[in-house]
């Protein structure tokens, strides 16, 4: 069982890669924010708009441009190909993507966060991305998917064979929203039971006393998590079954080292899937299954619809096919 330091440490992995999936994708919507080179001005550049300065020392708006060039020009190129020739081959095959499928992958995305707005901040805080962004990829991913996927064939009996084997995935789960306290006794734990049953504030008691570095500062908040989540101490997800939104309990001992002192600030139960929805999803799962990777995809796309990169050199000009 991973603690919940285990846990910042994976959230961190996943949260860079997937700035780097997202940014490779976004990067046409939105530039990056590299930093320019830093020299005294000189005459030639007299008549170009500054956009930061140091010490006296300007940053024009072409040494800007250039070093945004440089850092990421042939990714912002390469994608801007990408959007074109996946967009022409969706009007191609009229492929649509409807809101209600982009709202459907954002909650999808959203699952784990406190609620989408959470979810948004946190694409904000890491990645810089507005909400209209984060839907902006969310629909070009879908639109990728559905062409990776038109002319693939699932049979039913494949859809039964799957949904039968993988019955759990299927099933009504519950969410916890939690907060908690971790202590390193059980009369730590008593004696902060006690002082919540004073009346004091579980949010500021965690600031206190909480040995959890990841959680104290945000008041033991954990966030949404689900009933089978592994990142989380299995005893808490046990203790939390027998209680009700509002319950606080401890102490709870911990398999890794000490006690908890848990509060159970929610429960979301997610919606039950129709038989139809269920087998909508394992079609498309089944079949993305056998097509062939997106990226490949994208590149089969640019070379179909003769898309080029152009550099240029001081001296020549050269034009290649990616």
Known sequence: MMTRQEKALWAAVIILTAGVLLMGSLIVIRGLKPAGTVHEPDDEQ????????FDGQMITEDEWVKELKRARGHEMLLQMLNQKAVYAEAQALKIRVSPDEIAGRIQSEAKGYESEDAYYGEMSA??????EEVRAEAAYQLTLEKIAIVNIHISDDAIDRYIEEHKEEFEPKRQYDLAWIKLKSRREA????????????FGKL?????LDEYTRMQGGRLGLIEEDDPFVPEELLEAAKDLEAGDIAGPIGLKDDGYAVMQIRDIVKTGELSD????????????LNEAVPLTELEAKLRDKYGAELITQSSSERQSYIK
Do not use: F, M, Y
Request: aromatic share 0%; charged share 35%; net charge negative.
């Open 126 to 131: 890491q990645l810089g991305l507005t909400p």
């Open 46 to 53: 007299g008549g170009l708009d500054a956009v930061a300065s």
């Open 206 to 210: 965690a600031e206190e006393l909480s």
């Open 276 to 287: 139809a929805e269920i087998r909508v999803r394992v079609n498309k799962q089944l079949a």
């Open 190 to 201: 008593n004696k902060a039971l006690d002082r919540l049953e004073d009346g004091e504030d």
